[in-house]
């Protein structure tokens, strides 16, 4: 019902490479965010799109929110080692607030 | 200033015992939550509160149990512990509709 998914489950990547990471419900969704997960250590905040078609940039990093707002994806270009985690997509509604399964990257040096 | 606490950051118990997990947060957020990572670093949300209602997530076995003694804190009881429930629980809280934070995690090993 409520549930997002998100694709790959791993990627590998050798420093430098793009990746890129999927998330999809089959519901329209009021707001998406993302976090990242540092191995080791907790969720923390990437960012939050609410509109329709939303595209916004952190240096590296692309967040976009698709037409329909079912989907959203992260694309980070040129990775570096300090990319490295597991990245989550989450939406928050009324009381529930769920997360995807997350996109765990390794990045080769 | 750490904005959501939780202790204690490690726990290593004998199944069968019964132990807790404190979360307080100085954020002033209206919800809180508790979430169960395991070893594929799945997310599940097990409670919310926000100092109205509770929602369990129906898949939470009963053992589990959250007391709110006011908004800024979330603790988590559980009963007769087993050693499935290990596992890394996070505490969380936000503002409706708005990014949450994350405690800095507990690390509950059952043996």
């Known amino acids: 019902g409520q549930q997002v998914m998100q694709i790959p489950q791993y990627q590998h990547v050798q420093e430098g490479e793009d990746f890129t990471t999927y998330c999809n419900s089959s519901?329209?969704?009021?707001?998406i965010q993302w976090y990242k997960q540092r191995p080791g250590g907790h969720p923390v905040f990437l960012i939050q799109?609410?509109?329709?078609?939303e595209v916004k940039k952190q240096k590296r990093l692309t967040f976009q929110f698709g037409e329909a707002k079912k989907n959203s994806s992260l694309h980070i270009t040129a990775t570096q080692t300090t990319d490295v985690g597991t990245y989550f997509c989450g939406r928050n509604y009324g009381q529930n607030f769920v997360f995807g399964p997350g996109t765990r990257l390794s990045v080769l040096p | 200033d750490t904005a959501v606490s939780q202790t204690p950051k490690y726990l290593v118990t004998q199944m069968g015992n019964d132990k807790s997990i404190k979360c307080e947060q100085n954020l002033g957020h209206d919800t809180m939550y508790w979430y169960k990572q395991d070893s594929k670093k799945f997310l599940k949300i097990m409670f919310s509160y926000n100092n109205k209602e509770l929602i369990i997530n129906e898949t939470v076995p009963n053992r589990f149990s959250p007391k709110s003694p006011d908004k800024a804190h979330l603790n988590l009881h559980i009963n007769s512990l087993e050693l499935g429930d290990s596992a890394v629980y996070f505490c969380?809280?936000?503002?409706?509709?708005?990014?949450?934070?994350f405690g800095q995690g507990t690390r509950l090993t059952v043996v």
């Open positions: 969380a809280s936000s503002q409706t509709e708005r990014e949450a934070f």
């Open positions: 799109l609410v509109k329709s078609g």
């Open positions: 519901t329209t969704l009021s707001n």
